[in-house]
């Protein structure tokens, strides 16, 4: 097993202190204590910076006095790691890892991410195989947004398409392969990055409050000429929105902006000129849904 001290561990949390400590569990049960472990907190309510302080002291804790989203957190300490500098300095760590405080890393996770990245010179960014808490299969890596995609998220028909490529998903069998495979970006819970990536292509966007800051980092990381990759050998266990539930009408609104975002940023005029009312179109359809259920 490879060394983690060329890896630093990002984790932004927002009022989600159990799910925190798991995570952070998690991590130094698999060997954590040997990479640079980073809590950004998002001026959480709930204690959560005392429960760091208190049982991990080891973590670098970065408190900020108000809720910046996730990419501006997670610049917060890659500002930290000093990648607003132009030059590594020394110390730098060659890889990061982000994670969600709803993630809990599984067996040699901490080393095969590095390792990977390590022998795949144009590999900048690697994802992993997510499981819910039960074990059960979660998708983790997607194709970049479409328009189908936006048909799926409201009406999901038809239904045999839904867990297919055309609705951005990888099949099955890759998952199940065990050996990495290209793919657009990985969900945003648990991907790891190259150090000389994040120099060349910059921090994260911070204009993404939440949602869709990994997609755009990702197709930032293509036109600069890297590979993104899953490499689905390596497991993390998700608990899927644990961090968001308690506010889930706001996130949606969030994920929303985001995605608009992203589509002004990256698509043509003619994608945005139809992706907009075929939101709003799937926005009614809910409505309607909803009064009549």
Same mark, same amino acid.
């Given at each position: 097993?490879?060394?983690?001290?060329?890896?630093?561990?990002?984790?932004?949390?927002y009022?989600?202190?159990?799910?925190?400590?798991?995570?952070?569990?998690?991590?130094?049960?698999?060997?954590?204590?040997?990479?640079?472990?980073?809590?950004? *907190?998002?001026?959480?309510? *709930?204690?959560?910076?005392?429960?760091?302080?208190?049982?991990?002291?080891?973590?670098?804790l970065?408190?900020?006095?108000?809720?910046?989203?996730?990419?501006?957190?997670?610049?917060?300490?890659?500002?930290?790691?000093?990648?607003?500098?132009? *030059?590594a @300095?020394?110390?730098?760590?060659?890889?990061?890892?982000?994670?969600?405080?709803?993630?809990?890393? +599984?067996?040699?996770?901490?080393? /095969? #991410?590095?390792?990977?990245l390590?022998?795949?010179?144009?590999?900048?960014?690697?994802?992993?195989?997510?499981?819910?808490p039960?074990?059960?299969?979660?998708?983790? @890596?997607?194709?970049?947004?479409?328009?189908?995609?936006?048909?799926?998220?409201?009406?999901?028909?038809?239904?045999?398409?839904?867990?297919?490529?055309?609705?951005?998903?990888?099949?099955?069998?890759?998952?199940?392969?065990?050996?990495?495979?290209?793919? *657009?970006?990985?969900?945003?819970?648990?991907?790891a990055?190259?150090?000389?990536?994040?120099? =060349?292509?910059?921090?994260?966007?911070?204009g993404?409050?939440?949602? @869709?800051?990994?997609?755009?980092?990702?197709?930032?990381? +293509? =036109?600069?000429?890297?590979?993104?990759?899953?490499?689905p050998?390596?497991?993390?266990?998700?608990?899927?929105?644990?961090?968001? $539930?308690?506010? $889930? $009408?706001?996130?949606n609104?969030?994920?929303?902006?985001?995605?608009?975002? #992203?589509?002004? +940023?990256?698509?043509?005029?003619?994608?945005?000129?139809? @992706?907009?009312?075929?939101?709003?179109?799937?926005?009614?359809? /809910?409505?309607? $849904?909803a009064?009549?259920?």
């Amino acid at each position: 097993m490879s060394s983690q001290s060329d890896l630093a561990i990002i984790i932004v949390s927002y009022n989600s202190r159990a799910l925190l400590r798991s995570c952070l569990l998690s991590v130094y049960d698999s060997g954590g204590a040997r990479a640079q472990v980073w809590v950004v *907190d998002n001026a959480s309510s *709930d204690g959560s910076p005392d429960m760091v302080r208190a049982e991990f002291p080891q973590v670098h804790l970065l408190c900020l006095d108000g809720n910046v989203g996730f990419a501006g957190a997670n610049n917060a300490a890659l500002r930290g790691l000093g990648f607003d500098r132009a *030059d590594a @300095a020394p110390g730098s760590p060659a890889y990061v890892l982000f994670l969600n405080p709803d993630t809990e890393v +599984k067996g040699d996770a901490l080393s /095969r #991410l590095p390792e990977f990245l390590r022998a795949m010179p144009r590999a900048g960014v690697v994802g992993t195989a997510l499981v819910y808490p039960g074990g059960e299969f979660q998708h983790s @890596a997607f194709r970049f947004p479409t328009l189908w995609q936006i048909w799926f998220d409201f009406f999901l028909w038809p239904g045999r398409f839904v867990e297919s490529p055309l609705n951005g998903r990888y099949t099955r069998a890759q998952y199940s392969g065990g050996q990495p495979f290209l793919i *657009d970006h990985p969900l945003g819970a648990a991907f790891a990055l190259r150090a000389e990536v994040i120099r =060349q292509i910059g921090l994260m966007d911070e204009g993404f409050f939440m949602y @869709a800051e990994e997609i755009d980092w990702c197709m930032r990381v +293509k =036109q600069a000429g890297w590979e993104v990759y899953c490499l689905p050998s390596v497991t993390v266990v998700h608990h899927a929105g644990g961090s968001t $539930r308690q506010y $889930r $009408r706001e996130m949606n609104q969030a994920l929303w902006r985001s995605r608009f975002r #992203l589509f002004e +940023k990256h698509y043509s005029p003619l994608f945005n000129l139809v @992706a907009r009312p075929l939101v709003r179109l799937g926005i009614r359809y /809910r409505a309607r $849904r909803a009064d009549s259920a």
